[in-house]
């Protein structure tokens, strides 16, 4: 499998979303935002971080670039999208996602560590995770609230597009364990095809013991 | 000419920010706030002379790019100078 990582102004975790890439077997170049070209690739991967000083609204900017052009085809054909933090942000600005995600409820920028249960462990980001497993991973954002209508909270809901929820350790969802007041406590969504997925929580962040945990893992062995 | 975009969010979007600033001004004595909402706006100028033409360009513009129409509604205007 072949990856593009893509770098905008302000990406923060495009190395590190590398480094766990290839440490799982996965091919991987940096693209940067103002190229023209996609290299063939079977992942595109919108890392973590500040694009363009998350200027107008996070992510916004971002989704307008040379080359999402080039990502929102490798998506139209099928092609697989991650998108982590600010990455899911460019997706939900995108339209690749629906939805959009907000400024935290408690205005806070929140980072640490917390859990997410996985709700549907039929996708192609988490087919090595058991359905319901509680996964630890760190979040890092101040604008991580999911928010959509009620109407699409029940189509994503009808079509299982719902695949992390922020849970307590043993999995409960539960508001106390709402780190930053998702809708349904959402952490993680795909598209209705599946093979675009935005998530929160920073995988590249526990996929390496030194780090503290390995959960992520799961996400990057997945993808293959 | 000069254009004037408001964005501000959707009604039935909560706005943290709109609340803390409201409970902040109460706190200041600015008492019977009955609600607080923050938006951004945006000047533009534009070269263009037809007041139509330029409005429509710039709501071109929201849809396109300042708002986001999930949570977010616009408007637009001239303003003479």
């Not at chain 1, 039929?122 to 009620?150: C, M």
């Not at chain 1, 189509?155 to 999995?171: F, K, R, T």
Request: net charge positive; charged share 25%; glycine share 8%.
């Amino acid at each position: 499998m072949k990856a593009s990582v893509i770098v905008f102004p302000g990406s923060n975790c495009d190395r590190d979303v590398k480094i766990s890439l290839e440490k799982f077997g996965i091919k991987t170049s940096m693209v940067w935002h103002a190229d023209a070209k996609l290299p063939k690739s079977d992942l595109v991967v919108l890392p973590g971080g500040f694009s363009y000083g998350d200027y107008l609204r996070c992510g916004s900017i971002a989704s307008k670039s040379r080359i999402m052009k080039e990502v929102i085809t490798h998506s139209k054909k099928g092609g697989l999208v991650m998108g982590i933090c600010n990455g899911f942000q460019v997706l939900v600005e995108s339209q690749l996602l629906p939805g959009v995600l907000i400024r935290n409820i408690n205005l806070k920028f929140i980072c640490k560590n917390i859990t997410v249960k996985v709700t549907n462990n039929k996708t192609n980001f988490t087919s090595k995770t058991s359905r319901n497993s509680v996964l630890e991973i760190p979040i890092a954002h101040n604008e991580g609230n999911y928010f959509a209508s009620k109407d699409l909270i029940d189509e994503l809901e009808d079509n299982n597009q719902i695949v992390l929820q922020y849970c307590d350790a043993a999995g409960n969802i539960t508001e106390q364990c709402n780190p930053n007041g998702s809708i349904k406590n959402i952490a993680g969504i795909v598209n209705k095809k599946g093979n675009v997925f935005g998530l929160m929580p920073h995988p590249e962040r526990a996929s390496d013991e030194l780090l503290g945990g390995m959960d992520g893992s799961l996400i990057f062995k997945s993808l293959k | 000419m000069k254009l004037q975009v408001i964005v501000t969010l959707k009604k039935d979007v909560l706005d943290p920010q709109g609340s803390a600033i409201k409970s902040s001004l109460s706190n200041m004595g600015f008492k019977n706030i009955e609600s607080l909402r923050q938006g951004k706006t945006f000047e533009i100028i534009v070269k263009e002379k037809d007041e139509k033409v330029a409005l429509s360009k710039a709501k071109d513009m929201c849809e396109k790019l300042l708002a986001n129409l999930t949570i977010e509604d616009y408007s637009v205007k001239a303003i003479k100078e």
